[in-house]
């Protein structure tokens, strides 16, 4: 598919500087994506993963971190948290009474 003569090389790891394999059927699976040759080993690579969807991440959006408003669900009383800032003008539900009436 590709003319391109794929070999296994070595590259190393923009964070720890560890030597790791860049296989050629490796390569070959980058170049069909488009994707450039990855910076990172697999262990830096798997831990930044892990650190981004704990919202650990550089630009994670806030994620884990999300503000919660403690309000009294409109509907059966009970007191709950909604991840938005409630207006008095609209009523609040906790997440049993809003799967029930919608």
């Known amino acids: 598919m ?3 003569d794929f070999q296994d ?3 190393q790891c923009v964070e720890c500087s560890a030597t790791f394999p860049f296989s ?3 390569q070959e699976f980058y170049a069909q ?3 450039s040759d990855p910076k990172r080993c ?3 690579r798997a831990n930044r993963k892990n650190n981004n969807q704990r919202g650990g991440g550089r630009g994670g959006f806030g994620r884990g971190s999300k503000p919660q408003f ?3 669900c409109s509907a059966c009383g009970c007191e709950t948290t909604v991840p938005f800032e ?3 003008d ?3 539900y906790c997440s049993d009474c809003y799967r029930n009436n919608h």
């Open 24 to 26: 050629a059927d490796d």
């Open 33 to 35: 994506k488009g994707y």
């Open 2 to 4: 590709y003319d391109q």
């Open 86 to 88: 409630p207006k008095s």
């Open 90 to 92: 609209r009523p609040v």
């Open 9 to 11: 090389k070595n590259l």
């Open 70 to 72: 403690e309000v009294v």
């Open 42 to 44: 697999p262990t830096c």
